[in-house]
């Protein structure tokens, strides 16, 4: 169990105030809150200072391509039912990132942390984690990420031999086969909406069968785990049979997911369903995701998706028709230089709403919506798409760093 026993080195000591300082500097200079400069500062100090700071903490990563940064806040609310809890909540989740979340939390028992999943194998290696939340896998930033397949393959060779528990998405076929090399695997069914990243299997290449809930390859016999924990409608089913309501603020089946996931998380460090639920019920949104704010007189929802699965999510989220949506994209560092994921989502489904498109690449986006066949008006700005739009609430959604402007805008 942890205890804050080693203190820091002097070398590692004089790292953590240099980031910390670079970090105020940038604060102070207006560019966002200074972790990752506040990371690469002490990194560069020293080399080990990550696995020096998570030596105390019992770690919890959480890696995925789409609910990540809402599943991490989730189980650190859970957690903190047992003890103080470090958490990178923004989303910083590169290695400089975590390190300045984590140099923040001397006196934390539990680490909560969200990691991009490229760096998932280097950072397990760095803090020795307790468990591993693995949620699912999913084309996204497709000018720079592995082939998904690619991204699967290496957390399985970077995860076998890791003594930490695995939390991991029994109905994705790709997560199975990452943690499948795991000694301690807890399987989870969370669900998959999106399912065209996984009609091969991972394992041989064969065609995936999928009847009904299920899935298996003919050819090699690879197939569906049977999960401990499972979302059934609005309740968590636990391993003992139990049905757990699910009561959240944040909306949507994805979100009872994440939920499910975080609750059998939580238990492995010893907190019950119903206490770890009772505690999720607290968080409103996450990093300015689902916040309903006033923009000239108007409700506008934020809603945030920045690839194929994530927008399929938010679809099921947004009020119906004629409630009016404004969407915006851009291909930033961030979020990845190739939109080609935008012909992969399925813009049929706002049909008999009043779109308004904006963004650096919003005539990419008016493109795509006028293949499928759908009206809309692009916009320069979002004060234009406000007054354009008819009455009511008005649902957003924006990829990153789309996002992020938006926020800024609106003063979120």
């Not at 809150?33 to 959480?62: C, F, N």
């Not at 939390?105 to 539990?110: K, L, Q």
């Not at 950072?123 to 699912?136: E, F, G, H, M, S």
């Not at 309903?292 to 920045?306: C, Q």
């Amino acid at each position: 169990m942890a205890g804050n026993t080693e203190p820091l080195s002097p070398r590692a000591k004089l790292a953590v105030t240099a980031g910390k300082a670079a970090a105020a500097v940038s604060r102070a200079a207006g560019r966002g809150s200074g972790s990752v400069i506040g990371g690469r500062v002490a990194l560069k100090l020293d080399p080990d200072l990550l696995a020096r700071l998570a030596r105390h903490l019992d770690v919890i990563l959480v890696s995925a391509t789409n609910g990540k940064t809402t599943t991490t806040r989730l189980i650190a609310e859970a957690l903190r039912a047992s003890g103080p809890v470090v958490s990178n909540a923004l989303g910083a989740n590169m290695p400089a990132g975590i390190t300045s979340a984590l140099a923040g939390g001397s006196d934390a028992r539990y680490g909560v942390i969200e990691v991009d999943e490229k760096y998932l194998a280097g950072v397990a290696r760095d803090t020795t984690p307790k468990a591993i939340a693995l949620l699912n896998l999913s084309r996204d930033q497709l000018d720079r990420a592995a082939e998904t397949r690619m991204l699967a393959e290496h957390w399985r060779e970077g995860l076998a031999g890791s003594k930490a528990l695995i939390i991991a998405n029994a109905d994705d076929p790709l997560i199975v086969w990452a943690a499948s090399s795991s000694a301690n695997v807890v399987w989870v069914a969370a669900g998959q909406e999106w399912k065209d990243d996984a009609w091969s299997c991972p394992s041989c290449g064969g065609v995936m069968q999928r009847p009904g809930e299920d899935w298996f390859c003919a050819e090699c016999g690879f197939r569906r785990p049977t999960p401990s924990w499972a979302l059934s409608g609005d309740h968590i089913l636990d391993p003992h049979g139990s049905a757990w309501p699910i009561k959240l603020q944040l909306p949507g089946r994805a979100n009872k997911a994440n939920a499910t996931t975080s609750a059998a998380v939580a238990a492995a460090f010893g907190v019950p369903p119903q206490v770890a639920l009772e505690r999720m019920f607290s968080v409103q949104a996450v990093a300015g995701r689902y916040d309903v704010v006033t923009f000239m007189e108007r409700e506008l929802r934020l809603l945030l998706a920045k690839n194929p699965a994530g927008w399929l999510e938010t679809f099921s989220l947004i009020d119906p028709p004629p409630t009016p949506v404004i969407m915006s994209v851009n291909a930033r560092g961030a979020d990845g230089t190739d939109t080609s994921w935008l012909w992969d989502v399925d813009y049929t489904r706002l049909a008999g709403h009043p779109i308004f498109v904006l963004g650096d690449r919003k005539l990419d986006l008016a493109v795509r919506l006028e293949v499928a066949g759908l009206d809309f008006q692009v916009c320069e700005s979002l004060d234009e798409a406000v007054q354009l739009a008819p009455p009511g609430r008005i649902e957003v959604i924006a990829n990153y760093t789309a996002f992020q402007d938006l926020r800024r805008r609106v003063g979120n």
